[in-house]
């Protein structure tokens, strides 16, 4: 839970999953990837969300829960990952993803012909490979003596919003960038005044956010009331066993002690 209720950054897990990962509205989806995928406009107009869930194929086989992950109209496998703490394992994780995802496509007996591309996209609060040039970085399998593509098969694009610069750069991507690393609801109002794109994306914020912030403050209220009842009920029992020690010094007998206080009489005895 945060500390502060009155704002949910826009990266929270829930939030990120709510707005990117809804099937019945794709708008914002299509919104965050076709500037960082560029793929053909028809690629977008046939995405669809997939299960997340990348299962066991054997016995000891490691399970993976993605994020987000979608397939174009032709059949290309897109899996985004948002990650706001650093992870020293990140590179090798995100690595894996890709490799479960090509698994993931084939079954006994089809034929290799049959692989789609696979990209992951990560998005990231932190840095994860130091002075990379701008905040959107392409990775591919190449000939690392001429650079030239290998194969198109397993792509890597990685975005990190602390280099993500403050004012706008003219690209179609900054905008979302930018909402994902707004850090007061203030930001993100001044932010739609000049992109009002980014409205809808906004009020589906704020219906979520505010549901987050609801829950809180309810669950805040509950434990004080809680808290209250306790300590009335810590203050009562210190009472009426201040009484019976009383009674019990003056020679009153267990038994009418009991009943005078409701204790039983293991209790009176205990005093």
Not at 22 to 46: A, C, S, V, W, Y
Not at 74 to 93: A, L, N, T
Not at 261 to 269: D, F, P, R, S
């Amino acid at each position: 839970m945060h500390k502060n209720n009155s704002f949910i950054p826009p990266m929270d897990d829930d939030v990120v999953k709510g707005l990117f990962g809804n099937r019945k509205d794709m708008r914002h989806t299509m919104r965050l990837l076709e500037p960082i995928l560029g793929l053909q406009e028809d690629e977008f107009k046939g995405m669809a969300l997939r299960n997340p869930i990348l299962g066991r194929r054997w016995k000891g086989d490691k399970l993976c829960i993605l994020d987000i992950r979608v397939r174009t109209k032709s059949g290309i496998v897109v899996d985004v990952e948002f990650q706001v703490e650093g992870q020293k394992d990140i590179i090798q994780r995100i690595t894996y993803y890709l490799a479960k995802l090509i698994v993931d496509q084939l079954g006994s007996g089809n034929n290799y012909g049959r692989l789609h591309q696979t990209i992951s996209v990560l998005i990231t609060s932190h840095p994860i490979k130091a002075g990379e040039p701008g905040y959107m970085n392409h990775y591919g399998v190449c000939n690392l003596k001429t650079g030239k593509p290998f194969t198109d098969l397993q792509k890597l694009i990685i975005l990190s919003l602390s280099a993500v610069p403050e004012a706008d750069d003219g690209t179609a991507v900054w905008p979302v960038l930018k909402f994902l690393k707004c850090k007061s609801r203030e930001e993100i109002n001044m932010l739609v005044l000049s992109h009002p794109e980014i409205g809808p994306m906004m009020v589906e914020y704020e219906k979520m956010t505010l549901g987050q912030r609801w829950r809180a403050i309810r669950d805040e209220k509950e434990k004080r009331r809680r808290d209250r009842v306790a300590r009335e009920d810590f203050v009562r029992d210190e009472a009426i066993q201040t009484v019976a020690r009383r009674l019990k010094a003056r020679g009153v007998s267990l038994v009418q002690i009991a009943e005078d206080t409701g204790l039983t009489l293991e209790e009176v005895g205990c005093l």
